[in-house]
């Protein structure tokens, strides 16, 4: 990566307008940390090939993982709209939209890169997430379940699969599929703390503490683990110990 970054760089010294250049360079410095520098060279390319896909979509990319999810979205419209045959593309557009609540929206770009793939697992139990905002909770469970046909026991799919149909209501279904994944991987945190969560909901309220122990104590700095156990204490009138 030293050697490809001080070639693009030169490239770019020489000829200031190679969009390319400023592309390959922008993405190398993204994966090195670098995101200001990053949005820099990738803005650049696009200022001087403003239809150029792959440099829209490495735009949404960066600032995506820099945590400006909402100044992303454009990026990746556009990318999508140049070149719309890209699983990921669609994928990364859905996941933006989603994450910043639009969630109609959010779907429906998930459904189009489940159309460019339709026996893609993880396409499948992506549409889980904005179906379950919807509250849409059982065709979310059944885009779990589709998802599992392909890919089965597939840990976070179970998880969110369980999640789901604990809100639903259906809490023996959930605790099958909590149970699925704890068999395969004993000490999973989101799993264990689902467990907690459907204690709480069945009115088993000393288990759900016990566990919430257990999960402060081996995951201290988990929001959820703590989150879980402040429900607990609230449960038992301590609420001072609930408030903490």
């Not at 792959?54 to 945590?67: N, V």
């Not at 460019?116 to 379940?145: F, H, M, T």
């Not at 809100?167 to 989101?190: C, I, M, N, T, Y």
Request: glycine share 6%.
């Amino acid at each position: 990566l030293d050697a490809a970054l001080a070639a693009y760089d030169d490239v770019i010294a020489r000829w200031p307008a190679y969009a390319e250049a400023h592309h390959n360079a922008g993405v190398i410095r993204a994966q090195r940390g670098q995101p200001d520098h990053a949005i820099a060279h990738l803005r650049h390319a696009i200022s001087q090939r403003p239809n150029y896909a792959e440099a829209h979509h490495s735009l949404g990319l960066t600032l995506y993982l820099a945590g400006s999810l909402r100044e992303a979205i454009p990026s990746f419209r556009r990318a999508v709209e140049l070149s719309a045959g890209s699983l990921e593309w669609w994928t990364d557009l859905a996941m933006a939209l989603t994450a910043e609540g639009f969630l109609a929206e959010g779907l429906a770009a998930n459904n189009r890169a489940l159309a460019l793939a339709p026996d893609n697992a993880q396409a499948r139990a992506n549409r889980a997430v904005p179906l379950r905002g919807l509250q849409r909770l059982q065709e979310a469970i059944e885009a779990c379940r589709a998802s599992l046909a392909v890919r089965p026991d597939h840990p976070d799919t179970l998880v969110n699969l369980g999640m789901i149909q604990r809100e639903a209501g259906d809490f023996e279904g959930a605790q099958q599929s909590l149970d699925r994944v704890l068999a395969q991987v004993p000490g999973h945190h989101k799993a264990r703390a689902n467990i907690v969560a459907l204690r709480l909901q069945t009115n088993r309220h000393a288990e759900a503490r016990e566990m919430a122990e257990a999960l402060i104590a081996e995951f201290p700095d988990s929001t959820d683990a703590w989150s879980l156990f402040g429900v607990c204490a609230q449960e038992a009138g301590e609420y001072a110990i609930a408030e903490r």
